[in-house]
């Protein structure tokens, strides 16, 4: 019986160790959060891009939460298919709060081909709140090299 226990302890603590290890960081995370953005435009799904938006979200020119939400709304009218591309994402964690910049290739069309394309240099911020990171301002802009 006193086998038994050990054999049942010790494999409680493996599993515990095992789940401890497979935690996903505050980097991982938010990578995640990014990709899942991205799949929401290239799946059309306005919800998934727009969760992650804080209520007082602020973008270029002002925008906010729902002027982003028709934006958004009229591209996907305005092309049948949007390809996101998203380059090498690179990650701040300072405690609750991170800084996500990246580049994005932006293309949508109708057709077989993409006809409209735009290269964009995006720089995100977010803020960890009750467990999930919450985009609160985003800034972009032209992604050609000056």
Same mark, same amino acid.
């Given at each position: 019986?006193?086998?038994?226990?050990?054999?049942?302890?010790?494999? %409680?603590?493996?599993? +515990?160790?095992?789940?401890?290890?497979? =935690?996903?960081?505050? /980097?991982?995370? #938010? *990578?995640? @959060?990014?990709?899942?953005?991205?799949?929401?435009?290239?799946?059309?799904?306005?919800?998934?891009?727009?969760?992650?938006? %804080?209520?007082?979200? +602020?973008?270029?020119?002002?925008?906010? =939460?729902?002027?982003? /939400?028709?934006? #958004? *709304?009229? @591209?996907?009218?305005?092309?049948?298919?949007?390809?996101?591309?998203?380059?090498?994402?690179?990650?701040?964690?300072?405690?609750?709060?991170?800084?996500?910049?990246?580049?994005?290739?932006?293309?949508?069309?109708?057709?077989?081909?993409?006809?409209?394309?735009?290269?964009?240099?995006?720089?995100?911020?977010?803020?960890?709140?009750?467990?999930?990171?919450?985009?609160?301002?985003?800034?972009?802009?032209?992604?050609?090299?000056?």
């Amino acid at each position: 019986m006193r086998l038994i226990s050990c054999n049942w302890l010790l494999g %409680a603590l493996l599993l +515990l160790v095992v789940s401890a290890c497979s =935690r996903s960081t505050p /980097e991982q995370v #938010l *990578r995640l @959060q990014i990709t899942q953005m991205q799949q929401g435009i290239e799946q059309r799904e306005p919800a998934r891009v727009i969760e992650p938006l %804080a209520d007082d979200f +602020l973008g270029n020119g002002g925008m906010d =939460r729902q002027a982003v /939400e028709r934006l #958004l *709304r009229a @591209q996907l009218l305005l092309n049948q298919r949007i390809e996101v591309v998203l380059g090498p994402v690179d990650v701040r964690i300072e405690g609750q709060n991170a800084q996500a910049d990246f580049t994005v290739v932006l293309a949508g069309g109708n057709g077989r081909l993409y006809e409209r394309g735009r290269i964009h240099q995006v720089s995100t911020h977010w803020r960890e709140q009750d467990g999930q990171w919450l985009l609160y301002r985003a800034q972009w802009g032209d992604g050609q090299q000056q």
